[in-house]
């Protein structure tokens, strides 16, 4: 009976995995990674691991980069089968390290979106100073509040810290952008710490040179905004200046090109409804979510996404189809609203 179940339990989502990839064979996958390492780190695509996963992408898809999926789509007014993109957002130094080697000798393309205003180093990634405040920390000495945070006196160890770290980002989120930068600095303060001038090393960007190498070898690069803001979070205005900044920074550094964008964060809570509009009014051809639904990629400005990195079975998972056909299934829509362009 135990064989049995664990034969089934290993066999079965192969036959599922085969049959969503048949089902789903005109529903491109768009895959969703951020962080890249040569040894495992949790929740990072390790290089042995990812190379696998673009071993499989190569023998068993159809690979292309977002840009290249929606130009076949303009010039064929259909999909490709069997097409799956590997994104990688944020702009982070190890995707040149680690990702980019692999792409390049198993010949897949993929798109890098990059968030401008940390490429010319004049910010951090703000998700990032939190990460930074809570490894100078072994405890927290005495409670305290900020705004409407409250900070408990105690030992900070994996799992206190883990629970702070996601209490801190979900509150960051919860705030309009500005309010947000003082939020993070006040914490810095409250803690008695500075920020270092120059971004550590551990969460450094790419630079211009290497973006534009990469371009020149299939990589696409999109956007990401200037300063990685939730576009929920912001007026019309400042997203104006977010989208059409960032696309003037890649045009200026890396040539005319089309591209595609990301949201950053891209939770249903970072949407706005005039903001799709204001992406293809900047000249992207199409942009992504940070989560998969029900609506795969139908809406060209709100294409969903199926996060990948170093579990191979959600990797499996997302790759074949069987997440996207489960959403399906159960009818899932993130948004209540439709904020497609018409
Ligand atoms: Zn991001």
Redesign the pocket.
Known sequence: MELLSRSIRKIGPMGGYQFARQICRNQPRILMYHRFSDSPVKGWASSECFEQQVRHIRERYNPYSLVGLMKYHREHGRMPPHAVVITV??GYRDFYEHAFPILQRHGVPATL?A?TGFIDRRLW?WPDKITWILDQLSHVSREFTIGSFKVSEGALNGESRSELWKRLIAHALSLPDEVKHEFISGLACALGLVFPDEIPESFAPLCWNELKRMQEAHIEIGG?TVT?PSLGRVTEAQARDEIFGCRDALNQHLGQQDRTF?Y??GQPSDFQPFLPDLVREAGFLGAVTAFPDAQGISDRYLMRRHASGDNMFQFHKAVSGFELLGHRVKGDRKFELEFSPT
Do not use: A, V
């Open positions: 957002d944020d979106f968030t990634l990401h990685h990301c950053p964060n």
